[in-house]
């Protein structure tokens, strides 16, 4: 069964760089039909699709945050990442990694919070 | 790319039915099949309940049912049980590779 787990620093300062990483388990990220996300979920608040990658590193951004966003895959680790640069306190959130299935995000993470603050 | 419009509560006696509506876009919701909810217990990740404009992944039950005309999905929860209190969310695809969430109702068993 297909499981993913969200890893990352919980706090981050303001105007620095979010980094998180989702390694995936009980399938490859490099599969042929594979395609991945992250969505993120203010406190008390809802959904926010933040992007998307093939397996092939073809990425796919919301444009709201496009400017500030950066997706990759590491095959050799069956992990994807997710860069959010110049963080301000509106990017605290729980961020999701998700398998998208066939256009709707499928499998997700259990979410890790990533709060902002100096 | 604005949100899906979803009511902020609904509510119902357990047995009863419950509908909670998503209206979107002709470039969203209207354009495509690929609808899907989520239902989100508190402190936990959200979970696939209707892909497909109706479609339900193995596991959940047919109590839960989705349908769509034309900018606006429903999803119907039959039968009202204590442990369907959570959040419900939609989703659609964009297009292009999009996504757009709706805004998210909270669900009360009275």
């Known amino acids: 069964q297909l499981q993913l787990q969200e890893s990352g620093p919980g706090l981050v300062k303001p105007s620095e760089t979010l980094s998180l990483t989702c390694t995936v388990s009980g399938g490859s990220v490099s599969s042929s039909d594979s395609y991945w996300g992250w969505i993120r979920q203010p406190p008390g608040k809802g959904l926010e699709w933040i992007g998307s990658i093939y397996y092939r590193g073809n990425t796919y951004y919301n444009p709201s945050l496009k400017s500030r966003v950066t997706i990759s895959v590491d095959t050799s680790k069956n992990q994807f990442s997710l860069k959010l640069s110049s963080v301000t306190a509106a990017d605290t959130a729980v961020y999701y990694c998700?398998?998208?299935?066939?256009?709707?995000?499928?499998?997700w993470g259990q979410g890790t919070l990533v709060t902002v603050s100096s | 790319q604005s949100a899906l419009t979803q009511p902020p509560s609904a509510s119902g006696s357990p047995g009863q039915s419950v509908t909670i509506s998503c209206t979107g876009t002709?470039?969203?919701?209207?354009?495509?099949?690929?609808v899907s909810w989520y239902q989100q217990h508190p402190g936990k990740a959200p979970k696939l309940i209707i892909y497909?404009?109706?479609k339900r992944p193995s596991g959940v039950p047919d109590r839960f049912s989705g349908s769509k005309s034309d900018n606006t999905a429903s999803l119907t929860v039959s039968g009202l049980q204590a442990e369907d209190e959570a959040d419900y969310y939609c989703s659609s695809y964009a297009g292009t590779n999009k996504f757009v969430f709706g805004t998210g109702t909270k669900v009360t068993a009275l």
């Open positions: 497909e404009v109706s």
């Open positions: 002709s470039n969203d919701v209207g354009a495509y099949k690929y």
């Open positions: 998700t398998k998208i299935g066939n256009w709707f995000p499928l499998n």
